[in-house]
Nanobody, 115 residues
Framework: QVHLVESGGGLVQSGGSLTLSCAAS????????MRWYRRAPGKQREVVAS???????DYADAVKGRFTISSDGTKNTVYLQMSSLKPEDTAVYYC?????????WGQGIQVTVSS
């Protein structure tokens, strides 16, 4: 069983920054890729950023230039650095790992951006 544990969320003012962490219970090199999703109140879940085994990254248009996804294989951790945060970034953020056969999800962590 793979466990993903998110941390680093909280309340921040508009224009501020936060860094989310996702710690995996096994080597992240076992996954094809990892993603951060979010679900805002009243909206569907959406992918925010992804990173594959080769280090290629992709971002949703809404966060390009403001968010950065990265990974540290020595710590089995994926990060999401968020800057210039906006109230519309308020959501529960989820870490996701693509294990080819199975997908794994973290429990989610709240990020609230006040105006």
């Amino acid at each position: 069983q793979v466990h993903l544990v998110e941390s680093g969320g909280g309340l921040v003012q508009s224009g501020g920054s936060l860094t989310l962490s996702c710690a995996a219970s096994m080597s992240i090199f076992n996954f094809n890729g990892m993603r951060w999703y979010r679900r805002a109140p009243g909206k569907q879940r959406e992918v925010v950023a992804s990173i594959n085994g080769g280090g290629r990254t992709d971002y949703a248009d809404a966060v390009k230039g403001r968010f950065t996804i990265s990974s540290d294989g020595t710590k089995n951790t994926v990060y999401l650095q968020m800057s210039s945060l906006k109230p519309e970034d308020t959501a529960v953020y989820y870490c996701n790992a693509d294990g080819v056969i199975y997908e794994y999800w973290g429990q989610g962590i709240q990020v609230t951006v006040s105006s």
